[in-house]
């Protein structure tokens, strides 16, 4: 999850996809984000590097759908449904998740146990 | 009332106990000569020094009954007493010198007055001179001619008037050298007469010259000369000094008090008059008999250690002596510390508990009193006072409490009773609170509040190692002495600051907000 400026973002992602629950009139996915550019990144408890200005989960709801899907607390989401997340206002992030005409959004995040299995994994061999 | 004097010409001692050793009267001799110095009449022994809690009861029960009083114990310990002799002839031996002084006071006044008569004289006197010495020759000259009288009338009633305004006022102060500035434009002025007059003389009268409008001309010519000297004499006597380039510091040699003053480009001994004004109201007063406990204490420890030279007499004899007493009472130093911080701690209480019973007995007193409304005045008067009478008349419920506040915290020399009933009078005039009443006694004021004995056309002396009428300088130092204590002045110039600027455009100011907000999706 290193940032060199000017180079493209290198990471080990993993796809989750989630199904959004239909409570009401609302369209819930049981998690929070939160970050970026807009934002004070060096608040944020889980990136490494504090200039990050990704978005973040920073809670997810017992037994909702992000849960369910594999999404874990502290993950960077870096795609949603192909929109880029890694340079997005905290709004920009919020409206691409929470479009009322998509029931699933399949998201790519990253976390800093992928990279160590991966790394793991290759040594193996 | 007649026969209760007032209480500063009253001469009370404390009723000197017998077991006192000799050091307390030495004590007792330096405070009277302390006091006596004071050009303050009230000669009233401050109350005794700390001493020990069973001791302190006894004489100021004694004390309270002898308030306002004739009568004068004087017992067979206090030799150094002053009898009312002694009062009248210290009275009179200071009026000697005020009389010379008086007299040197109004000189450089007089001769401004004399100066000023001249420069009015002058320029009338070169147009009437033609007209008087050879009138039949003079050419009549005509509206220009009038012109220039008017000219000359007015500018010399506004050269009157400004000369009036800047110099004849009457003198601050008796400096101890001349001031320089006033002498040397005193000098100009007298060499710009002689010049005129020299000229008029020459070329005018010696010539009877005929144009007259000439000689007015010259005449006009000679005023605006004089008023220019006048406009240098207000730049350099009045505005020269505004601009504040050196910070002095004013120290009080007998208790600290430090005060810091800007002045501008002074000499020292103008430097030190301006201080003065501020020392008058700036500055609480001088009381002595806060000081002697400190001296006390200093006597105690150094009288108590005598040296015996067993080695015979040597040159260095009296250095041997002074470092063996040195190293003795630093040895021997280790209790007094514990006696002071006792002492102290007794004191405060003791002050506090006697200023919470002065505050409740004057807010006690004032109760009493209400002023009369509108519609009470027209029924028959019942016993109405004036505030001189109404102040008598609740003064005696506080006095006691009051007395004893002003004994224990030393202060009972600087208010006499007469002082504290006109005080209290005001306050009920103006309709003071008792707090407003208080305030006066509970702190120690700047020395104009006390009687004007205390303050008026004191003695100073000024030490300095510089000349007195040189100008003040960074670093300078000198001392003011009076008979009881000196003010110490050292100056240090006012850096020059560098200012410098940093333009804000007025819409510049943005902010964004720096938020962690958490939305949960």
């Not at chain 2, 050196?246 to 480009?265: K, P």
């Amino acid at each position: 999850m290193s940032f060199i400026p000017g180079q493209p973002v290198t990471a080990v992602v993993q796809r989750i996809e989630i199904h959004k629950l239909r409570d009401g009139d609302n369209l819930i996915l049981g998690f929070s984000i939160g970050g970026g550019i807009d934002q004070d990144s060096s608040q944020n408890p889980f990136s490494e590097d504090k200039t990050d200005k990704g978005i973040y989960v920073t809670r997810i709801s017992k037994g909702g759908p992000a849960e369910v899907a594999g999404l874990k607390m502290g993950d960077k989401i870096m795609q949603v449904n192909g929109w880029d997340m890694t340079m997005v206002t905290h709004d920009q992030a919020r409206k691409k998740l929470t479009r009322k005409n998509e029931d699933v959004v399949r998201l790519l995040v990253t976390r800093k146990s992928l990279e160590n299995v991966v790394r793991q994994s290759m040594m193996q061999h | 009332m007649t026969d209760r004097c007032a209480f500063s010409h009253c001469v009370g001692f404390d009723a000197v106990r017998g077991e006192r050793s000799s050091r307390d009267r030495h004590k007792s001799h330096s405070r009277d000569s302390s006091s006596r110095s004071d050009k303050n009449v009230t000669i009233s022994a401050s109350s005794a020094q700390p001493q020990q809690p069973d001791q302190s009861s006894a004489p100021t029960d004694a004390q309270d009954d002898n308030w306002g009083e004739t009568t004068t114990a004087v017992t067979g310990t206090s030799d150094h007493s002053l009898s009312q002799e002694d009062l009248a002839g210290f009275g009179k031996e200071t009026e000697g010198p005020v009389e010379k002084l008086n007299c040197v006071r109004f000189l450089p006044l007089a001769l401004t007055l004399i100066l000023g008569l001249l420069v009015l004289i002058t320029p009338l006197s070169f147009l009437v001179l033609p007209q008087l010495m050879w009138p039949e020759r003079l050419q009549a000259c005509g509206t220009a001619c009038e012109g220039l009288f008017l000219s000359l009338a007015f500018k010399l009633l506004i050269l009157l008037l400004a000369g009036w305004a800047l110099f004849a006022r009457p003198g601050r102060a008796s400096l101890p050298r001349i001031a320089v500035f006033r002498a040397l434009l005193g000098l100009l002025t007298l060499l710009l007469l002689l010049s005129y007059w020299l000229f008029f003389g020459v070329r005018i009268l010696d010539s009877q010259d005929e144009n007259y409008q000439g000689i007015v001309q010259f005449a006009v010519s000679l005023v605006d000369a004089l008023l220019f000297i006048h406009y240098l004499a207000v730049v350099l006597l009045e505005i020269r000094h505004l601009q504040p380039c050196f910070s002095l510091s004013v120290v009080r040699s007998t208790d600290g008090e430090t005060r810091h003053y800007n002045l501008g480009q002074l000499s020292i001994q103008r430097a030190a008059l301006v201080i003065l004004e501020h020392y008058y109201k700036d500055f609480s007063v001088h009381n002595p008999a806060l000081l002697t406990a400190a001296k006390s204490r200093a006597a105690k420890h150094l009288a108590g250690l005598k040296v015996y030279n067993v080695d015979g007499a040597g040159s260095d004899a009296a250095t041997a002596q002074s470092r063996a007493k040195i190293a003795a009472a630093a040895r021997q130093r280790d209790t007094s510390h514990n006696e002071l911080y006792y002492e102290e701690a007794e004191h405060d209480r003791r002050v506090r508990k006697r200023r919470a019973r002065l505050v409740v007995a004057v807010e006690e007193a004032f109760t009493h009193v209400r002023r009369l409304q509108e519609e009470e005045k027209k029924k028959p008067p019942g016993d109405e006072m004036d505030p001189r009478e109404a102040a008598q008349a609740i003064f005696p419920s506080m006095a006691r409490a009051l007395q004893k506040y002003l004994r224990t915290t030393r202060q009972q020399h600087c208010h006499s009773m007469d002082s504290i009933q006109a005080h209290l009078a005001f306050c009920i005039t103006n309709n003071m609170t008792p707090k407003a009443f208080l305030e006066s006694y509970l702190m120690a004021g700047p020395t104009l509040q006390y009687t004007r004995e205390c303050w008026q056309t004191r003695q100073w002396t000024l030490v300095s190692e510089a000349s007195v009428t040189s100008p003040l300088r960074h670093g300078s130092e000198f001392q003011l002495k009076s008979s009881d204590f000196s003010l110490v002045v050292t100056s240090k110039a006012i850096p020059h600051l560098k200012l410098s600027e940093e333009y804000v455009h007025p819409k510049s100011h943005k902010f964004v907000l720096q938020l962690q907000s958490e939305t949960s999706v």
